[in-house]
């Protein structure tokens, strides 16, 4: 069966005043500065009754910060024509906490007259959200490098205590048995010297990879030589590991860094190599330093097969702890694939912080 023929809906029969009363949104039409009309959802916003809402002035609903912003956005549509503007802004609630809302608004005709209608959001909820998540992320930022010290400063302990109390432990026992092998001459002592000769070159290992150990915790040379001399150290030390060709370029010699700046550098460059020899493949690699003008750059750069753009997206812990340990001495870290094939990691401090890095003495 046919449905019987209708007229055409018009504009004018749309029950528009059904549409906006249940609105979850709040409406309202503005006047010469005041609210001539505004839904029950708009005034509850802001703990009033429509009836109370009415006549009051927009200076009178914003917070006194917000005013010159909020009268500046109604003349540009109101006096200046601008058809419509969307923006944030922050009121009061009759109770006096603020209500964080999203307006949008066009210019109408009312009565002959320009005046301004449109629709308004509460956004407090959302804005409360952020902040949250802003305070967590400052709190998680705070925590991060607060480890990251405690963990340097524990590294710096261990080393000490493994370079300075068991490598002298160490190198007193091979004393002893150096002497126990000078008074073992009598042949019939023989097999107590065999012993003694294949103590020595266990203990010299052992001292060996104490010191390895301790330079690992934290590498004698950053404390005493600075961080270009590490650095260099380190990469050569890579490079005879992964049998990798690398190459060291400077660029204004040692930079003046305090010694917290010097060893987030260290590690960020020490993340870096990791990184390439676990997933570059990469023949060689190219580390250029740059210290002038008063901003410290590191680069380093592999010919590998570049680092995985979902890898870049999703953030690796590596990339992560290289990330927040430049954000921790107020430095930044760009990663990026090189186009003809590799990576290539800068890390730029833009200004010096702290006492020069040779006062190393005051620093520690």
């Known amino acids: 069966m046919a449905p019987p023929d209708r007229p055409p809906i018009e504009f004018r ?4 005043q059904g549409i906006i009363e249940q609105s979850l949104a ?34 009178d609903l914003v917070l006194p ?17 601008v058809p419509s503007i969307r923006y944030f802004t922050h009121c009061k609630h009759r109770d006096g906490h603020t209500v964080h809302i999203e307006v949008h608004g066009a210019r109408v005709d009312y ?13 407090s909820e959302r804005v409360r959200r952020d902040q949250d998540l802003q305070r967590s ?4 930022r705070e925590l991060a490098s607060y480890l990251n010290s405690s963990r340097e400063e524990l590294r710096g302990q261990l080393a000490r205590e493994v370079h300075d109390v068991l490598g002298g432990m160490l190198s007193s026992i091979k004393l002893d048995v150096f002497r126990i092998q000078r008074r073992v001459s009598d042949p019939a002592l023989a097999e107590i010297r065999e012993i003694t000769e294949d103590l020595l ?4 290992d052992t001292i060996d990879t104490a010191r ?17 001399a590490a650095m260099r150290s380190e990469l050569e030390a890579f490079g005879r590991r992964n049998e990798i060709v690398v190459g060291f370029t400077v660029e204004g010699g040692e930079p003046a860094l305090s010694m917290e700046t010097a060893t987030e550098c260290f590690r960020v460059f020490q993340e870096a190599l990791t990184n390439i020899g676990r997933h570059a493949d990469a023949a060689t690699v190219e580390v250029c330093v740059h210290n002038r003008d008063g901003r410290f750059e590191m680069q380093v750069r592999d010919d590998g097969k570049g680092i995985d753009r979902s890898s870049m997206r999703e953030g690796s812990i590596g990339m992560l702890s290289m990330a927040e340990r430049a954000r921790t001495i107020g430095g930044s870290l760009y990663v990026n694939a090189r186009a003809g094939g590799g ?14 890095s040779n006062d190393r003495t005051a620093d520690r």
Do not use: K
């Not at 029969?13 to 528009?16: A, H, M, N």
């Not at 992320?137 to 998680?140: D, I, S, T």
């Not at 934290?218 to 961080?227: A, E």
């Open 13 to 16: 029969d749309i029950p528009f």
């Open 26 to 59: 709040g409406v309202y039409l503005v006047f010469d500065e005041r609210f001539q009309y505004v839904n029950a959802t708009f005034a509850e916003m802001f703990g009033y009754t429509r009836d109370e809402f009415v006549g009051t002035s927009i200076r």
């Open 65 to 81: 910060d917000f005013v010159g912003e909020a009268m500046e956005y109604y003349r540009l549509r109101v006096q200046e024509g």
């Open 111 to 123: 009565h002959g007259q320009p005046a301004l209608a449109g629709v308004v959001i509460d956004v």
């Open 137 to 140: 992320r400052r709190r998680l």
């Open 201 to 204: 070159p266990l203990i010299q």
């Open 212 to 228: 390895q150990i301790s330079d690992e915790l934290r590498p004698r040379m950053l404390d005493t030589l600075g961080l270009v």
């Open 343 to 356: 990576t290539v990691v800068l890390l730029a401090v833009p200004g010096y912080m702290g006492r020069r």
